[in-house]
């Protein structure tokens, strides 16, 4: 089956994304750039990195930019689900959504309207064991953005690994935190995944950050060798 | 023993986790699950379990739909059986039930008709069909949303069907399906 993947550049897509690829035909990359913070479907730090996260994949990328207005929104993605089932003949549309019944839902009511399936191969995955199996995957995924207290710009820009995993877990017993950010706590960017055929290599970042709320934006950015 | 039985079809390569994985780590923790496709169940291999839940499958999957005649053990056992969805749907079928088509996707109001042993205020529920099953009179209505019935228990035996999806949200209706039986 051809399956395009929805594309943020963040760990669950990522990862839903090698799921996707050990038993289908993954045959392209469905990015929404959002220009409102406030999205609750789309908005993610370093969206723009999709480009070269495709370009590293050897994917096709359909990027498709959307104001960000809420069911408006859900039109532009419609429509990008829409031109990836006419440009890549997509039967089928894979998503890293885990617990948000929210975005699960209006995903599938675009996938039903318009025929295609809709697979949410990480869906109500144990939050603890996805951010393992993302370390155990050789992942380089860092923290792209902080949303909630505890959490500061001391944790922006470093990469999930165990001992992280271990703060996180923590973090969600003592302050109700979802230790892989389903609330959106939590941000992430991928880097470098098995998939990757080049690694990203960050040149020029910067952080703002403003109390419990920043993100690590990546300014410039390239493939290298792995 | 609890069977949990996958109702996804062989060519949906991700229904077992999205559907059937998601009941198990709810039923899990409070008793010992095997997973069967319904291919491989019959009335010959059910001896080992106390009770059995039919899953549920993607919207596009309506493919126990059709194959009715597989699922015949359903009448004949005699143990606890809950369908969730297109085990109800299914469930429903076998009993002489039909189907009209209902979509319903995302967060949904149902009402509580009748007291029974699964919920007493599952208010708000997932839904994810594009099917409901108008029962046959063996069964009765227990909830229903503004469009459709969504959970019915037979009239003699400790068979229920619920639409909605309660390993999504409500995992309790499991849980209270398990204890109670």
Redo the contacts between chains.
Sequence with gaps: ?RLGVLFSGGKDSTLALH??AE??EVVCLITLVSENKESYMFHTPNIDVTTLQAEALGLPLINKATEGKPEEELKDLEAAVAQAMKDFKVEGVVTGAVES??QA??I??I??RL????????????QKALLEEIVSEGFKAIISGVFAYPLDNTWLGKQIDEDMITKLVALSGEYGLSPSGEGGEIETTVLDATLFKKKIEVLNSEVEAKGNSGVFRIKQARLTEK | MILVVDMNSL????GF??FV??IV?VAEELEKCVVKHYLEVNEKNLNSYDKIILSGS???NTVTLDQTARFTWIKDCNKPVLGICAGMQTAGLVFGGRLKKC?E???TEIATLKANQLFSSASKV?A?H?YAVVPSNQFEVLAESAKCVHAIKHKQKNTYGVLFHP???NKEVIQRFIQAF
């Design positions: 089956m799921k996707a038993k289908e019944v929210y839902a209006r599938q009511c996938c039903n025929g295609v399936w809709c697979f949410n191969p990480l869906w109500k995955r144990n | 060519k949906n390569p991700f986790s999205e994985l998601p780590a993607a919207m596009k979509r996707i995302g967060m997932y994810l594009n390993e999504v949200r």
